[in-house]
Structure formats: C-alpha cells, structure tokens
C-alpha cells in the first residue's frame, strides 16, 4: 500500500489509496470518488479529469478490450458452479420488496442499479463498486418518480443524468467532496424538457419545447450548471408527441455538414447541423402513438417504453460510411423497426417485425435483432445473417467483437425454469454458421427482467431469480453472480 495525495481537494489528504489501480482506474478508499493514474508521471486524478493535475499531460480515455476467453470448463465451472451468490437487495441497501428494474455500467465507478419500491412510488440509487462487485452501497433515495422520467437515462464520465419535464438532475461522479452529488439543472422559464442524449465527446444535448411549441438546444458537460444554448431548431411536433434526439456519430458520412444532432419527433426525423442549427435532412417516419396511461392523458415517458417494450432508437455507422437509424415503426397490425439511411435520397423503410418481447442491440457497426428464437443480424440496414439460439432470448447478450454471451430461457420438467448458458464464437465470414458454441450448460433460476448480463474486468454479472421448491410460498430473492469469463482485459489509451 502507497501512500497518495486523495485528489478529491474537498477533502483531507493524505489519504490510503491502492497503487496499482485495474487498467489506470480505481477509487478512493475513503471518499469513494473515482480516481485515475495518469499514464506518463503515474499521478493520481480525478475520475473525470481531462488532463493530469500533476504533469498536465492529457489523460487520453482508455478503452476496455475484453480479454481472452478462459477454457470451456473453466467457463463453466464459474458459471454453474459458483455458489457464493451474493443477494442483490442487501448489497444495494433497499428494502426487501423493492424490484430491481434497470442498470447501466458506469466504467469507472461500478454499477448504478435502479430500484423501485412495490407500489412504484419511490425510487432508489445504488452502486454496486468495482473492481470485483463485492460491495455496494446506496446512493440516493430521492430520485425522480419514474413516471416523471421523459427519457432514458444518460451515463458518462461525468456521471448520471435522469430528464424530467422540468429539470436535468444530475449525480457527478467526479466527487468534489461528496461522490455522486447531486445538483440540478432546470430549464428557462416557460420551456419544458423534451429529450436528453449523450455524446461522443462527453457533452449532453438536451432538447427543451417553449410554449409556441419551437425546440431550443442546450448544451453542458454536467459538471456545472451552467448549460448554453446553441440551437433553435425549426421544427413543431404535435405536443403530445414523444421525442428522440442523438448525435451523428463523427466518423459517418453525413450529407452538407462534419457533424449533426438527429430529432426523431411526431412522424418526422430531421437531421441538424448543431452548429448553425440549418436542417440538413428531413425523412418522413410512421412513429408508434402515445397511450393513456393511468387516466393521466396521453404520455410517452421512460415507464411507458418499459411497459410496451419500446426500444430506443440507435444510430449505427462504420468509418467513412453512411449512418443509419433504427428506430420504433408503427404498423396497420404488427408493430415493427424501421430503418432510413442517412443520404440524399433518405428514406423510411421497414426493418423487421418487433414484438414487445423482442430486443433490438448495436454490435460493431450493425444491430443484433432477436425475435423469439432467433437473432438477426442487420448491417447498412440490410439483413447480414440469421442465427437460431434453440431458445427465447429475452434480454440482450453481453456482445464484443469475437464472442457473444447469451442467457436463453427454458422450461424444465415440472414447469421449473431453467437458463441455457451460451458462449458464441463470430464466424463472420460464414454466413452460413455465423456463431459456433464453445461453451453451452444450464442452471436453474431466471435472469431478473431489465438487468441483461454485464461484463466488466473480465468478470460476468447476472442478476437472478433462483428456482424455488415446487409448491413453496417464499418468493425467492434475487441474487448477484459474479464469475470470471476471461482473462483481466486490456486498455489502449
């Protein structure tokens, strides 16, 4: 143990924290705030600094490779036959009968968990810490009804951000005295939040309505409130109209501009040049209509898209080609994804079939569609292969660029639920046999809706309902199982 300065100048220092930090980053043992080393002096910095406060180089963002895969048995043995699960509820410091329904991986501070209280009245905050998920604490209890939520949260190095109606808030991850404080930005007076969306290069755009109905965007970096407008964009939804908004990403060809923010609003998606705020693109696109829900009027909020089964839409491009945009399809019968490629001659076609069990994820440049039993995959909006599991994939695989990892669900003798566990290798080149199995077992429970497998330092999450005993009236808790899939992964800065 060596003896560092805690970067964190709202608190005491010197402060113990441990030197060799997994790929560059780790945490304070004290104040918990996120730390990283600087990989020229090997000073320590705040989680979410720029450049070294020690040498004043830059801290260049490490991206995680995922290591090499373990050995089949290997594999398998720390899957199946881990037994130290750790229950989920008790590590996350919520009450008893509170319903996991959501978490997002931070990669630097661990895993923010959402949790909501049984009657959907309250909603709860927790981290479950990194490096090796054996801790985890509440964070806040105070967080916005879920109902309120008009968007799907954002996560990046500054930390999380939750859109309302009427406010941004916001918990910084940087720490400043307190890790994951919360602050709270609000809107001018007379406009209302619409959307909310990350970027590339860690700022947030948020899309705000003014009573005539016209859109202004806002841009910030969360670690302030201070936010500045940079766009009035020409466009007028209907009210009741659920908004979507996203950057271009910076390597697509996009016609008449280096970089854009898309708008997908009403039954249009409109393309902007986020500088001038100039339209450089507008596509006709049948979008799903908002419902009632619960006698409150017509309402497209985060809950609603959970209901439904709503996917988000997403962008996917590869360098120096064409972006193109997935998104939610309305349909006479069948609801479905749509598709338009980002050209001059733009427009909405169909995808596929999407049912509300069905979901939809972004691989390498392409989207990986499953519809019941079977996973396929889309590039440059057209089919690329098709690929049968032998079971109902019902949340999304942990995926990178050689393997994928899926939980597939089944039913076993005496109605019990059984999890097929998959290790697939790509075999993109056969398109005949895009994936081949390594390693396939079984084990009882069912993965807990909303919380899909994570990978993160070579170690697999799942979050599970164990079986119970046929004819018992315990409701079985939910558990967390940690095991190690790969070898500690790797980071190029």
């Not at 697509?252 to 501009?257: D, E, F, K």
């Not at 733009?346 to 390498?364: E, G, I, K, N, S």
């Not at 390693?439 to 990978?455: F, H, N, T, Y």
Request: charged share 15%; with cysteine; aromatic share 6%.
């Amino acid at each position: 143990m060596q003896v560092l300065e805690c970067p964190h100048l709202a608190l005491p220092s010197p402060h113990n924290l441990d030197a060799s930090f997994p790929n560059g980053r780790g945490n304070c043992r004290v104040c918990g705030g996120s730390v990283r080393e600087c990989g020229t002096c090997r000073g320590i910095n705040r989680g979410a600094a720029l450049y070294c406060h020690h040498c004043g180089r830059s801290l260049a963002d490490s991206v995680e490779q995922a290591g090499a895969l373990l050995p089949p048995g290997e594999i398998r043995e720390s899957v199946i036959g881990f037994r130290a699960d750790r229950a989920l509820l008790r590590l996350l410091g919520v009450p008893a009968d509170a319903q996991p329904f959501l978490w997002l991986k931070t990669g630097e501070s661990g895993i923010l968990v959402f949790t909501q209280a049984s009657n959907q009245s309250q909603v709860w905050l927790s981290l479950i810490e990194l490096p090796d998920a054996s801790r985890g604490r509440l964070i806040s209890d105070k967080m916005p009804a879920l109902d309120d939520w008009v968007a799907a949260p954002v996560v990046n190095r500054h930390g999380l951000f939750v859109a309302t109606a009427h406010a941004i808030h916001a918990w910084a991850s940087h720490g400043y005295g307190e890790h994951f404080a919360h602050h709270v930005w609000t809107p001018p007076s007379g406009q209302t939040v619409s959307a909310i969306a990350g970027g590339t290069d860690y700022t947030l755009r948020v899309l705000t309505r003014d009573d005539e109905i016209a859109f202004n965007l806002f841009i910030g970096n969360g670690q302030s409130p201070a936010w500045r407008l940079a766009a009035q964009l020409e466009m007028r939804p209907p009210p009741a109209s659920h908004v979507w908004i996203g950057t271009v990403p910076p390597d697509a060809v996009l016609p008449g501009a280096s970089s854009g923010l898309w708008v997908l609003a009403g039954d249009a998606l409109s393309v902007f040049d986020e500088v001038s705020g100039r339209r450089l693109l507008q596509v006709a696109a049948t979008l799903p209509k908002p419902t009632e829900i619960r006698g409150r009027g017509f309402h497209w909020g985060y809950r609603q898209r959970l209901i439904t089964g709503l996917f988000e839409p997403v962008m996917c491009s590869a360098p120096g080609r064409e972006a193109w945009l997935v998104f939610p399809m309305a349909g006479a019968s069948v609801p479905g994804a749509g598709v338009i490629n980002m050209n001059n001659e733009a427009r909405a076609r169909r995808l596929d079939d999407f049912d509300t069990t069905d979901w939809l994820a972004v691989d390498q440049g392409g989207v990986l569609l499953c519809r019941g039993e079977t996973l396929v995959r889309f590039q440059d909006g057209q089919k690329s292969w098709e690929y049968s599991l032998g079971g109902r994939l019902n949340a999304p695989p942990v995926l990178t660029s050689d393997w994928m990892l899926t939980l597939t669900e089944r039913s076993a003798p005496g109605g019990a639920s059984l999890i097929e566990f998959q290790v697939l290798v790509s075999q993109a080149s056969n398109t005949r046999t895009p994936l081949r199995p390594v390693v396939r077992s079984s084990l009882e429970g069912r993965p807990l809706p909303g919380l899909p497998p994570i990978l993160v330092n070579g170690l697999l999450l799942m979050a599970l309902v164990p079986a119970t005993a046929e004819g018992s009236r315990n409701k079985a808790e939910p558990v967390l199982r940690v095991a190690p899939v790969t070898a500690r992964p790797s980071s190029v800065y």
